[in-house]
């Protein structure tokens, strides 16, 4: 606010009481702060400030608050992931989005290429999965008993029917 009333003075020619009373600030407040040196505080904000800011242009401004808090804390700052939202929101920083992959093949956007080769891959019946061959006798006498009670299965390799014996 000192800045603001003392560029009034310099570049527009208004008086500083003008300026304050406008402003609603006292004469004597404007005075006083005018020679003032910052304060602890105003001084580590400084700080913080350059700090975001350099964070942001080392990740070519693609981190956002959440990864930038991580990085000064891991720097040694004490410093909350809101404060450092609220500094980049002051500063104009905005986080690139991330750009989801997008694949490259989509059904239905061309027809299918002609099939020059004319080969025909119908299939003769739906696919079943042929039984596994176990080494336990106990169990290829349960596929046994499933293969007669279903009366005809295919194989998967070469689609010929196989009938129970």
Request: with cysteine; net charge positive; hydrophobic share 35%.
């Amino acid at each position: 606010m000192v800045g603001v009333i003392s560029d009034f003075r310099t570049e527009h020619g208004i008086s500083h009481r003008v300026s304050c009373r406008a402003l609603g600030v006292s004469e004597a407040w404007f005075y006083k702060h005018r020679t003032r040196r910052p304060t602890c505080r105003e001084l580590r904000r400084q700080h913080l400030i350059e700090a975001v800011q350099e964070e942001f242009d080392d990740s070519g401004g693609t981190y956002g608050s959440p990864k930038i808090w991580i990085r000064l804390v891991r720097q040694g700052w004490r410093v909350s992931v809101n404060t450092v939202a609220k500094i980049m929101a002051e500063l104009g920083l905005l986080a690139r989005k991330v750009r989801r992959r997008r694949g490259l093949t989509r059904p239905g956007k061309r027809p299918a290429a002609p099939d020059f080769v004319r080969r025909d891959f119908t299939a003769e019946a739906p696919d079943l999965v042929s039984p596994p061959r176990p080494a336990n006798p106990h169990v290829s006498e349960s596929v046994r008993d499933a293969i007669r009670d279903h009366g005809t299965m295919y194989r998967m390799t070469t689609n010929r029917k196989v009938h129970a014996a």
